[in-house]
């Protein structure tokens, strides 16, 4: 029996941006070959890893700054960077990022009766619900639980500096894990918050039941399009962001042909 083809954000989000670069990414064998490590990628899972230790290790109560940059020089993933001296420069833009972060949570606990704080529910936790004809799938970086039961998503942004609440509504990753935690938790009031680590900005939204079950139905008819397409004869179009995608070179030889 064949398994059920499994979509998640990223996998959505790249149909939608270019459907020539979903066939490569995912479902084109070769593709592998044209794929380069990204030095955005690599410090953006660095920093995840950092701050899913901390939170794991009991937050800014139990582990100290320095051992919060230990953790990171432990946790580094190197690929993608274009020099020694390049990633030297993005290790001390880190742990500039880490040592901030630290600070800000250390007086939002003092600032927060015990009565009042949230707990640690789940971490770098793989969500799943079926859409019958594939199934959705989503990565929570965090979720905490507070003692009204509300349940805050918790996204972290590696390279922005700010974001509004209409953004948080707006973007689809968050709107994938609040219909997916609600399949969990359908009588918790659930909120999306991402934090911009850059500047430790944040922003929340949450969807009504009307919008999830709306949203629900949008990625139900998305999925089945996706999963339904016959991708061999794809015709690639030009759009703005070509000139960074890896797999340029194979475009390019179908233009020429043509």
Request: net charge negative; charged share 30%.
């Amino acid at each position: 029996m064949a398994r059920k083809p499994v979509l998640s954000p990223s996998r959505i989000r790249t149909y939608l941006l270019c459907e020539v670069k979903y066939y490569h990414t995912y479902l084109n064998p070769r593709g592998k070959f044209y794929m380069r490590a990204k030095r955005e990628y690599s410090f953006g899972t660095t920093l995840h890893a950092v701050l899913q230790h901390l939170h794991a290790s009991g937050g800014v109560e139990a582990v100290t700054v320095e051992q919060l940059q230990q953790v990171m020089q432990q946790q580094w993933v190197t690929a993608g960077y274009e020099s020694p001296h390049e990633e030297q420069q993005f290790q001390q833009v880190a742990a500039a990022l880490l040592e901030q972060y630290h600070a800000r949570a250390q007086k939002s606990l003092k600032q927060t009766p015990p009565e009042k704080r949230p707990r640690l529910l789940m971490q770098e936790r793989l969500l799943r619900m079926d859409m019958g004809r594939f199934a959705l799938v989503g990565r929570v970086d965090r979720v905490d639980e507070y003692p009204d039961g509300t349940l805050e998503i918790i996204d972290y942004k590696s390279w922005r500096t700010d974001v509004a609440p209409e953004e948080v509504h707006d973007d689809l990753a968050m709107c994938c894990y609040q219909l997916l935690l609600k399949q969990l938790y359908p009588d918790r009031r659930i909120i999306a918050t991402i934090v911009a680590l850059q500047t430790g900005a944040f922003a929340s939204a949450s969807l009504t039941d009307e919008e999830l079950a709306e949203f629900r139905e949008d990625i139900r008819l998305l999925g089945e399009e996706i999963v339904s397409r016959d991708f061999e004869y794809l015709e690639p179009k030009r759009i703005p962001h070509c000139e960074e995608c890896d797999f340029l070179p194979l475009c390019q030889r179908i233009w020429e042909r043509l």
